[in-house]
């Protein structure tokens, strides 16, 4: 019984670790994947049926979620923009010299705040 009751709970714990915490549910689909310096993983994601544009974040700082973001090429890479309050938070989809790279950017009353590296994952 002991046994049993291991291996069952075995992958239920593993599963859950791998879960995402702030992840989008089966309405939409993740277009981009990111982890950027500092501890910040950033999830993009578009709603199938709606085409709007998601963000989902986990830090150090704890999760964020935001909703209505918009999407541009830039400088021959993409931007997905995002906005809550005064703040603005910016996930470029690559760099000029590198396609597997990408920057966060947080901005605050349009003077930016941070900067971070990322890497696609």
């Not at 291996?7 to 994947?33: E, K, Q, R, V, W």
């Not at 950027?36 to 974040?57: D, F, K, M, P, V």
């Not at 979620?65 to 938070?89: D, H, M, N, P």
């Amino acid at each position: 019984m002991k046994t049993s009751a291991l291996l069952l709970a075995l992958p239920i714990s593993i599963l859950s670790n791998f879960s995402l915490p702030a992840a989008a549910d089966s309405t939409a689909g993740i277009i981009l994947s990111t982890k950027c310096q500092g501890g910040y993983n950033i999830n993009i994601w578009q709603n199938h049926t709606s085409g709007e544009l998601l963000y989902r974040a986990t830090n150090p700082n704890g999760n964020l979620s935001l909703s209505k973001g918009t999407s541009q090429a830039t400088e021959g890479v993409r931007v997905y923009k995002f906005r809550k309050g005064i703040y603005e938070y910016w996930v470029w989809d690559g760099t000029l010299d590198n396609p597997q790279s990408g920057t966060l950017e947080v901005y605050k009353n349009n003077r930016i705040l941070m900067r971070q590296t990322c890497r696609k994952s």
